[in-house]
């Protein structure tokens, strides 16, 4: 800030400066006395000319020995100069040409300096602006948003009653020394109700509710937008009790060094350190929470997600089957539906719709309906909202992955649930879905006991299988041409376990008790504890395994998919009331 004050002040100096003697030279040439050319020759005869320019002028300009100036008749004659010089009379020669030349050129740099000046106060001034406009930042002090208004996102949902909790009562946890939580991310899709999620917590904690965008703080002028951030929090403290929404934080909170060859962006290091001073700033018991939302956790800066920072990360997923019933209901509350639109039926068929997408199809079919203006929305209003929808989508849009696709995921994570269940059934399969999450495809979840200190060369194998099982059941069903890139990080898994055992446990015969990378520490050459080629065959063993197991299960296997694809998600309950009744 300070330097760029420094160099408007120079700026202007060397207008003034300019200006200043431009009107100078004016002023001077006014006071110029007009002589005839006899007082001219009389003058150089006297010898009280002192220099004269020469021009090709009509008019020759010429300066006493006491200083004043004069101009007289140009007689343009040959020899003259010569005469001149013989009195002691300073030359110099100059055409006008040149002297306007010298003239644009004092008005071109003049504009030009104008000009710089005028774009750089301009671009200050729209700095300053925004800044302005940030000073600006109102809360929406009474939000009417609450949980009610958010269908779906249970588990999301009671972790951010706590939020509620903490806003509302800080001194009940400051006083048993509980450190508050200052931030939280919400991770997940677009549409999926981040915004509504962060809005609600204000809501029902009665409390104000600021939201900004990460890209309005990511400026072109260095340090803009850290300023921005600490007026943004110095608002929100004269407010007291407060959510801070901080949409798309990854605008500001990257990962560093991710620019274009690598170099590091001043402005936006600024703007996250600001950010992150201001958070660890303020005072536990102020009760101001910042919530930020980002589709994808792990491009973010670590600084952010450090304790004390944004140390809550809670996943906002698309809904499931039933989710999804539930926010059709929602919204269809202030809509005239017909009986023929069946909700459960239109839940099924919009299967990786957000919330948002919901809320448009109805909202579209709405539309559709007041065009018509027969008193009710109908299954065609639906239908055709459904395909406008569709059609407008993106092609890589998860709504249009086939049916295809979701089978094989359907299978893939019925295997690895199956495989778990039947070898190790302490490791509790918690959920199983095929609903996209932002760590790939499908997903399942497992609590493996935590009271565990070693792992036992069984477990590993186990694990292994585990990783193996969702290609195995590929495979299995859909056959060895069919199986598709879903077993990728499972691959990677799967080996990386394998390795250790071989490398780094001492669980492999061939390769010893020794570990491998203390081998190669020490001096040994690349050590080889076994080649890849015996790594493979311990691998094929257990896949062999993995596979038979399913075979021997394809019942249960088969009933747990077919429930995914009627349901999407199954808890820990529902999967054992299947794997009974099959
Ligand atoms: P995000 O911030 O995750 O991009 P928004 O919170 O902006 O998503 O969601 C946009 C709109 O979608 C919301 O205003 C709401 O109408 C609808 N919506 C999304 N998720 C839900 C939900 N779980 N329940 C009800 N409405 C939802
Ligand atoms: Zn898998």
Known sequence: MKNRKAIYLIILAVIVLVVGLALYNHYKQDKVQPISYNEFISAVENGRVDSLVLDDSDILRGKYKDGSSFVTDNPRKDGFKEDLLVHDIRVSETSSQMQFDKLTGL???????????????????????????????????RVKTSF??????????????????????????????????????????????????????????????????????????????????????????EYGKCVIFIDEIDALGKKRDQGPNGSSNDERDQTLNALLAEMSGFNESEGIVVIAATNRLDTLDEALLRPGRFDRHIEIGLPDINSRRKILELHSRNKPLDESVDLDNL???????????????????????????????????????FYTIIAGAEKKDRSAIAERDRRVTAYHEAGHALVTSLI??????????????????????MNIPPDRMYHRKIDMENAIKIALAGRAAEELVFGPDRVTTGASNDIERATGILVDMVRRFGMSEKSGLLNYDVLYQNGFNQPQSCTSEDLKKTMDDLYRKVTGLIE???????????????????????????????
């Open 347 to 385: 839940a099924y068929q919009t299967v990786y719709f957000s919330g948002a997408k919901l809320e448009s199809l109805l909202n579209e079919a709405a539309i559709y309906a007041a065009k018509r203006d027969q008193g009710s929305i109908d299954k065609r209003d639906i239908d055709k909202a």
């Open 552 to 582: 021997d299960n394809i019942h249960l296997l088969k009933a747990i998919a077919e429930n995914l694809l009627l349901r999407e998600t199954l808890e820990e309950k529902d999967l054992k009331l299947i794997m009974e009744a099959s």
């Open 148 to 237: 009610d208004s958010i269908a779906g996102n249970e588990e999301a949902k009671a972790s951010m009653q706590e939020m509620v909790d903490f806003i509302k009562n800080p001194e009940k946890y400051t006083r048993y020394g509980a450190r508050l939580p200052r931030g939280v991310i919400l991770y997940g899709s677009p549409g999926t109700g981040k915004t509504l999620m962060a809005k609600a917590v204000a809501g029902e904690a009665g409390v104000p509710f600021f939201a900004v965008s990460g890209a309005d703080f990511v400026q072109v002028y260095v340090g803009v937008g850290a300023g921005r951030i600490r007026d943004l929090f110095k608002k929100a403290r």
């Open 107 to 141: 008005l071109l740099t003049l504009a030009l300096f104008a000009f710089v000046a005028i774009s750089l106060k301009k671009k200050e001034k729209q700095a300053q602006g925004q800044l302005a406009k940030t000073a600006l930042v109102s809360p929406e002090e």
């Open 424 to 445: 190790a059934p302490e490791n509790k399969v918690t959920k199983v879905t095929i609903i996209p999450s932002t760590k790939g495809a499908g997903g399942f979840s």
